[in-house]
């Protein structure tokens, strides 16, 4: 659950090797791989890692299947879009095909009715039982994950996939897989660095459980792996630090 590293660097590669083992899995498995991405500046470093030759060239792109963990509602185009980054730092680097690429924005459409598209979107490529491959998270400073904030409702959730809401602090839309379908999914990886996120993480993995107040302790998968990928900035208050 917990795999402490001594700089993003290693982080970086060794979610890499992670990225790459789950793909060639899911491929060799049932014919494709399914993942979604985490926005941020966190993980720009292993975007771009992926994209060089060496693990690049051990993924068949053209039968992966890319979504999101969360996103802000703003056009593709806007510099705060999940979306834009993971384009200019992975995905136009690599052959996956543009078919097999859904971002969680649309034009012309109201934050809450896309979710529900992509709801049944997710129900369409993933079958019912809902089960992704590979998700990649990363958890902030609050102990907020994807787009599940502290003491938002979204946090109750335990239907639906994909919600939409409005965030009062940051005054805008924001949609987000849920926690119980965040759940579901056979691995999730959670990119935790820096001394600002190290209070939060101690709470999150040792503290009493209180999600409404720490929302990445709702990740519990009901079969698959959970894994904390941290520097020792971050851990440096946990108890078994080594």
């Known amino acids: ?12 590669k060794t979610t890499a090797q992670l990225f790459v083992a789950a793909a060639n899995d899911a491929i060799d498995q049932k014919g494709f791989f399914t993942v979604a991405l985490t ?17 690049k060239n051990q993924i068949d792109w053209t039968k992966v299947l890319v979504f999101w963990g969360d996103e802000r509602w703003v056009s593709l185009d806007n510099g705060l879009s999940n979306a834009k980054m993971s384009q200019e ?11 097999n690429i859904f971002p969680m924005y649309a034009d012309d459409v109201k ?6 598209t992509y709801n049944t979107l997710l129900h369409e490529k993933l079958g019912d039982d809902g089960i992704m491959d590979f998700i990649l998270l990363g958890m902030g400073s609050d102990g907020h994950t994807a ?3 502290p003491g938002t409702a979204v946090l109750d959730e335990k239907e639906k996939w994909v919600a939409a809401y409005y965030l009062d602090a940051q005054q805008m839309y924001r949609i987000t897989l849920t926690a119980p379908f965040l759940n579901k999914a056979k691995k999730i990886i959670v990119l935790t660095f820096g001394d600002a996120k190290a209070d939060a993480l ?3 993995l040792e503290g009493d459980y209180n999600p409404s107040l720490y929302p990445s302790q709702l990740l519990k998968p009901t079969k698959g792996e959970l894994l904390f ?10 108890s078994n630090n080594d």
């Open 202 to 204: 101690k709470e999150v």
């Open 111 to 116: 934050p809450e009715d896309f979710a529900s």
């Open 89 to 99: 730092t992975l995905l136009q680097n690599v052959p996956v095909l543009p078919s």
């Open 229 to 238: 990928l941290v520097d020792e900035k971050a851990a440096k208050y946990l």
């Open 39 to 55: 926005g941020g500046s966190s993980p720009e470093g292993l975007y771009k890692l992926l994209s060089e030759d060496q693990y």
């Open 1 to 12: 659950m917990l795999n402490i590293q001594s700089s993003t660097e290693e982080i970086f």
């Open 147 to 149: 787009s599940l904030f």
